[in-house]
């Protein structure tokens, strides 16, 4: 049998803000796996378990290039220790003219982009010099590229902790600004069912019969009560299955929305700031305590 240590119940509680000794049943359920402990503690507390999938903790900006013809676009997130990094001029400087040199140049990965030239040296040399002059790490973590097929709008929201580009075709240009709006608010996964994983689905497929099952439903019922969920799930997640935030009727959907105005949706990218990374939370108290101690030494 695994033997559960506390550092393990830590890091399920971290993820999912459970109850520790929740933490430690579940893990103990699972034999120490930390995903399947996930999953039970969603079945057993519902949504709250998944609360670090939307956490956004690191510090940074999202560098954005968009073309005057709206035909090409680049976003790249760089990444700061502190926000207050994140707010100097030459730090947004760095992330605005790695988002041309995307867009520009195409680079295949972040390597190779930080190989490129800018200023008097590369980005990795121009990067490097800043984290010397302001004493902080930064780092170039991702970039996304879009080619249009039929026009790009951007939107760029908090301080551009988070962008988005939509290419759209028809429509007007409200409704393409709409959109983007959408996007960042509703933060769809997908634009459709066929964008979303298997695994995410089958993962809320079974959670669904867990539940099911522990809320005494028979067993006949079980495949189409998790079918619904599934279903549900997926209007949640895609894009064209939101209801638009903007909908008088609070019913209207962005496929709905599009149909009426004789628009499609070709593709979009949104890019959130630290999506994914655990944020290092300071105990002030407990380092000025040290501090002092150190002192009195």
Known sequence: MTAITAGMVKELREKTDAP??????????????????????????????????????????????????????????????????????????????????????????????????MGEGTVESTRAALVGKVGENMAIRRFSRLLAQGKLTSYVHMGSKIAVLVDVTGGDDQLAKDLAMHIAASKPKSLDASG????????????????????GKPEAMLEKIAEGTVQK???????????????????????QLLKSKGAKINGFTLTIVGEGIEKKVNDFAAEVAAQAAAAKK
């Open 20 to 117: 520790m000794m929740e933490c430690k049943k579940a893990l103990t359920e699972a034999e120490g796996d930390l995903v399947k402990a996930e999953e039970i503690l969603r079945v057993k507390l519902g949504s709250k378990a998944a609360k670090a999938a939307s956490r956004v903790a690191a510090e940074g900006v999202v560098g954005l290039y968009l073309s005057a013809d709206g035909a090409l676009a680049a976003l790249v997130e760089v990444n700061s220790e502190t926000d207050f990094v994140a707010k100097n001029d030459e730090f947004i400087a760095l992330a605005k003219g790695c988002a041309e040199l995307v867009a520009t140049k195409n680079p295949v990965d972040v390597t190779a982009l930080s190989a490129l030239p």
């Open 196 to 215: 979303v994983s298997p695994e995410l689905l089958d993962t809320e497929r079974r959670i669904a019969i867990e539940k099911a099952r522990e809320a």
């Open 233 to 255: 799930y997926l209007k949640d997640v895609t894009l064209l299955g939101q209801v638009f935030v903007k909908a008088e009727d609070g019913k209207q959907t962005i496929e």
